[in-house]
């Protein structure tokens, strides 16, 4: 049994306590143009409220010019009157390449921990994740998402994170994203993608499925 087949079994012991709880999903794709290619990014979020605390879960599939098709799944555990601190586990790899890894740390939710900083930044938080199963190493995760600002009838945040390894430059990922009435369902926007010391631009489209 590999590492990516270990880790899901791991989550799926999550699952049964959630079932009939408050829970709520969603899917998106994220199609974005670099001068390299076009980067395909499907992704899924999800939340539940139970007694014992909250859960939530986000994951991709991400498939980017010149690099494996990559797959990561989150799921965070936030204990019950204590907003500002989780379990972080992820599990993910290349699964074309029989490749994964599963970690687990603490995760400090900075946006709950500072007063008044969650009505700009619906999340933000910092999670340590030393290496546990698998090919990824020791890493710190700084992520998160700017409430929307309407400027000119036009929905404008950021989103993105940064991973911090102990060798080598971090790899991270940024969107700025707009958002308009005639947009219909969609939104617009620019990625900033870096990967060891290259950095690509690329503008696409954001496509809720539900």
Request: proline content about 0%.
């Given at each position: 049994m590999n590492v990516l087949k270990i880790g899901f079994l791991v989550l799926s012991f999550f699952i049964p306590p959630l079932c009939g709880q408050d829970m709520n999903a969603h899917v998106w794709i994220d199609g974005f143009a670099l001068?390299?290619?076009?980067?395909?990014y499907p992704q899924y979020s999800w939340n539940a409220t139970t007694p014992a605390g909250s859960f939530n879960g986000y994951g991709f599939i991400e498939s980017t010019p010149g690099e494996r098709v990559f797959a990561n799944n989150l799921m965070i555990y936030t204990p019950r009157n204590i907003d500002w601190f989780s379990i972080h586990v992820e599990v993910g790899g290349f699964p074309a390449h029989d490749l994964g890894f599963h970690q687990i740390g603490p995760?400090?939710?900075i946006n709950e921990a500072v007063p008044g900083l969650k009505k700009s930044f619906p999340r933000l938080f910092v999670a340590v994740l030393p290496r546990f199963i698998g090919i990824r190493p020791n890493n710190i995760l700084v992520a998160g998402a700017s409430k929307p600002v309407s400027i000119r009838n036009t929905d404008v945040w950021v989103e993105g994170y940064s991973r911090f390894f102990p060798k080598g430059l971090p790899y991270g990922e940024y969107w700025v994203m707009l958002k308009r009435k005639?947009?219909?369902r969609f939104s617009?926007?620019?990625?900033?993608?870096t990967a060891d010391k290259h950095t690509y631009v690329g503008f696409g489209l954001r496509i809720p499925m539900f």
């Open positions: 001068d390299k290619g076009v980067v395909l995760r400090i939710n005639e947009f219909g617009v926007g620019a990625l900033v993608h």
